[in-house]
T-cell receptor
Framework: DAGVIQSPRHEVTEMGQEVTLRCKPI?????LFWYRQTMMRGLELLIY????????DSGMPEDRFSAKMPNASFSTLKIQPSEPRDSAVYFC???????????????FGSGTRLTVV | AQSVTQLDSQVPVFEEAPVELRCNYS??????LFWYVQYPNQGLQLLLK??????LVKGINGFEAEFNKSQTSFHLRKPSVHISDTAEYFC??????????????FGSGTRLQVQP
């Protein structure tokens, strides 16, 4: 199992440009989460999906952020237009819950370090 | 709502000394509890988790944690630390069974600095 795969690992972009972050969850996992990590705010939940359906997007900071999960093996987080304050490490995680399983497993990707200049 | 408080932002300790990293949580429903470690410029690695059963949980790299429901705590301990344990440690909580609260809520992290 290759784990949760995120791309790119690093992204440097200019203010105003569109940025797309990608995530491939572990095969068979039914939940996918997007987190953002900054020094000031720590690890924040942005949005999460269950079986490709967005369940809670209350953490998405503003309309410039959007996330999609077109199928069980792929998700994107898009920022348009990007701003310097969006600079952070963005993590994707996936998890499996089976009928309120007693053994949930959350696995994180290596993250995408985004720098907006 | 759920929240996690990690009382110490930094913990300096000498090599081979014991260490305890403190974590308290707040939740109106049952919880699952987790500790993750993050090495510089890397992702989050699971150290251990409490789901149910024995309140003393053993994890990787010699770490253990004890769930104390009355004190709403889940402190992480290691009897003898190594230089390689230097990293950021995060405590996290999710809803327990049948709560439907799937997302992890993280504490602010504790930087463990092991000195020779």
């Amino acid at each position: 199992d290759a784990g949760v795969i995120q791309s790119p690992r690093h992204e440097v972009t200019e203010m105003g440009q569109e940025v797309t972050l990608r995530c491939k969850p572990i095969s068979g996992h039914d939940y996918l989460f997007w987190y953002r990590q900054t020094m000031m705010r720590g690890l924040e939940l942005l949005i999460y999906f269950n079986n490709n359906v967005p369940i809670d997007d209350s953490g998405m900071p503003e309309d410039r952020f959007s996330a999609k999960m077109p199928n069980a093996s792929f998700s994107t987080l898009k920022i348009q237009p990007s701003e310097p304050r969006d600079s952070a490490v963005y993590f994707c995680a996936s998890s499996l819950f089976i009928r309120d399983s007693l053994r949930p497993v959350y696995t994180f990707g290596s993250g995408t370090r985004l720098t907006v200049v | 709502a759920q929240s996690v408080t990690q009382l110490d932002s930094q913990v300096p300790v000498f090599e081979e000394a014991p260490v305890e990293l403190r974590c308290n949580y707040s939740s109106s429903v049952s919880v699952y509890l987790f500790w993750y470690v993050q090495y510089p410029n890397q992702g989050l690695q699971l150290l251990l988790k409490y789901l149910s059963g024995s309140t003393l949980v053993k994890g990787i790299n010699g770490f253990e944690a004890e769930f104390n429901k009355s004190q709403t705590s889940f402190h992480l301990r290691k009897p003898s630390v190594h230089i390689s344990d230097t990293a950021e440690y995060f405590c996290a909580v999710s809803g327990g069974r049948n709560t439907g609260r799937r997302a992890l809520t993280f504490g602010s992290g504790t930087r463990l600095q092991v000195q020779p």
